[in-house]
Nanobody, 116 residues
Framework: QVRLVESGGGLVQPGGSLRLSCAVSGFSLRSYHMGWYRQAPGKERELVSSISKDGRYTNYTAPVQGRSTISRDVGKGTVDFKIFNLKPEDTAIYYC?????????WGQGTQVIVSS
């Protein structure tokens, strides 16, 4: 059974940092490129970072470029997303899943609120 469980969100002050983690089961991280997505209030869900299935390549979109890192641990079945220098506009629910467009299963996400 495929499962995606995100964790690590919370309330953080601007300028702070968080490490989000995604635990997967039911499939291997070697089989899929993985992405972290977020959905801000009133906005569509967007991809913010991805890591290739061989772990060699990473990609970051402009909003998080230069202040985030994505990594994975195949043995543990986890994909981590660290984000630094958090801004109020980073407030969103964060999700992870394979970047395959036909992948329809999402986890519950983890909420990040950036506020003073």
């Amino acid at each position: 059974q495929v499962r995606l469980v995100e964790s690590g969100g919370g309330l953080v002050q601007p300028g702070g940092s968080l490490r989000l983690s995604c635990a997967v089961s039911g499939f291997s991280l070697r089989s899929y490129h993985m992405g972290w997505y977020r959905q801000a209030p009133g906005k569509e869900r967007e991809l913010v970072s991805s890591i290739s299935k061989d772990g060699r390549y990473t990609n970051y979109t402009a909003p998080v470029q230069g202040r985030s890192t994505i990594s994975r641990d195949v043995g543990k079945g986890t994909v981590d997303f660290k984000i630094f220098n958090l801004k109020p506009e980073d407030t969103a629910i964060y999700y992870c899943k394979p970047t395959l467009q036909s992948w329809a299963h999402w986890g519950q996400g983890t909420q990040v609120i950036v506020s003073s």
